[in-house]
């Protein structure tokens, strides 16, 4: 059977953003190597990084016309709820074109499965994890056979259908690795580096960022997060990881390791396990990067186990923090305090680890007393550190989403889609207009960066990228940075490639 998979356009909704490596939805490279070890022949359509047009929906247009002039059997969308309005539009032009199936997954589909399936009516829909559903459908159309398939939607006599849950998945060491090259990586590492995770490239002056996901699922039930039901947290082994990282370096040489997954470190003998592997691994195989990760903040952290990172060449990572204030954390069910943070953020400057994570304001639980909580742990420790702040978004699939339905914030679910991230959601018991003023001030804290101590950078034009030099105000260190600016900023706010400290260089 010969399959089209999509990539839906990064940033659509506001014009298009170009992707790197770094944040390529690893989800469709799994299904794309799942579906070619099945025997099948699979096409990739990566509508990211395409110049030349004047929107991206003329864009988006133009390529999926182009792709279909071939004929296939079956068309893959998917996507997170963000990519709403690209899948509508993307689905109404491949409707123009061919009756060919069309099959939509995603967290679009998991977090919000009857809702998606009904009002965007893909001939096919899988919930939760793709590839074996994915292999299942191509098998059975293949065949030209009925589809009860688990975790499948379909229609029967224009009635929707469901074929249940099952989330006994098969192994994670027992699977494919994902297949990027059949979406063109290759270009976008060599060509899109410097686009988007701009955090994650300090120690770099010319960086190859790749990325690997060592785990799936969430243990944790946050009231802001996604990750509600669904299969259980499993975890790859660190054999199988290392055997992923020297095929992908391999193809790519890249230089940043990104480990994407939210609990790297929870469980301490793993991740000591990983670094010891990764040290052998560099010495015996010459392998050149640095590596991030990111953590629950309950993983307990030591200062052994930090040594040992930086060692294995880590040079970042993040927490769960979202707020200091210990009545909101209660109310997202984030089985942590604020304790956890500033032990964690003591423990990377000790090391020379960069840490950082989020503060996100609007809980249901907020106020201006816990608001100001959160800005004096944010002045304290946001200034060096990787600290941001932004406020609380609810999506489908959370609890707040649910909060915000039943509490007539979100009237219309379709209008929701059309205009999601557009619309501030107040969810506190704060007066609308002095959270509004607040949500102002965090967006002009957020773009000045003014609490990160400054230096002065030294700037030139080579070709298409500005070389900036400067020396780092925390560590006295020279670091040379390169950027692909069509216009030059007042500052570039980056952080330091050597102490990996948050700084502000002014222009």
Known sequence: ??????????????????????????????????????????TGLNLNNIKGFRTPYLMMANNVQRALEDDYDLIGLGGLCIDYSFIKDCMQVIRRYTDTPIVLGGRIVSQDAEFIFNNLKPDYAIQGEGEETMVALAD?????????????????????????????????????????????????????????????????????PMIITTARACPFNCSFCIHQGGPK????????????????????????????????????KRMT????????????????????????????????????????GCYFFSYGIESAAPAVLESM??????????????????????????LIFGDPAETEETIN???????????????????????????????????????????????????????????????????????ILERSWLTVESTVGEVSLNGQYHKISTVCPHCGEDNLYKEPWEVKPTFLGTGCQHCNRRIKVML
């Not at 089985?335 to 950082?356: C, H, M, N, R, Y």
């Open 373 to 443: 909580e959160s800005l004096s742990f944010w002045a304290k420790y946001g200034g060096g550190n990787q600290i941001f702040i932004s406020n609380l978004q609810p999506y489908p699939g959370c609890k707040i989403f649910d909060f915000c339905e039943e509490n007539g914030l979100i009237p219309n679910k379709e209008e929701y889609y059309e205009h999601i991230g557009g619309i501030i959601y107040n969810m506190t018991q704060i007066p609308h207009d002095a959270f509004l003023q607040w949500m102002n001030f965090f967006g």
């Open 1 to 42: 059977m010969r399959i089209l998979l999509v990539v839906p356009t990064h940033g659509y909704k506001g014009g298009g953003v170009p992707l790197s490596a770094s944040d390529f939805p690893a989800g469709l490279a799994y299904i794309a190597s799942s579906l070619k070890e099945a025997g099948h022949e699979v």
């Open 273 to 312: 396990e990983f670094c010891e592997a990764l040290i052998d691994k560099k010495k015996e195989l010459g392998w050149d990067f640095d590596w991030m990760f990111q953590t629950h903040a309950n993983s307990k952290l030591d200062l052994a186990t930090l040594k040992l990172a930086k060692e294995s």
């Open 333 to 358: 069910n984030k089985k942590t305090s604020p304790k956890q943070f500033v032990e964690a953020a003591d423990l990377a400057k000790e090391v020379g680890i960069g840490f950082g994570g989020n």
């Open 140 to 208: 059975y159309l293949d065949k030209d056979e009925p589809c009860p398939i688990h975790n499948m939607w379909w229609w029967e006599g224009g009635i929707p259908q469901y074929g249940g849950a099952n989330y006994d998945y098969r192994e994670l060491d027992d699977r494919p690795f994902p297949d990027y090259e059949v979406f063109g990586l290759s270009r976008m590492v060599e060509n899109n580096s410097m686009d988007t995770r701009i955090l994650y490239r300090y120690p770099r002056t010319d960086p190859r």
């Open 233 to 268: 947290y499993r975890a790859r082994s660190v054999e199988n990881i290392m055997a992923e990282i020297k095929e992908l370096y391999d193809l790519y040489k890249f230089n940043i390791l990104i480990v994407g997954d939210e609990l790297f470190a929870v469980n301490k």
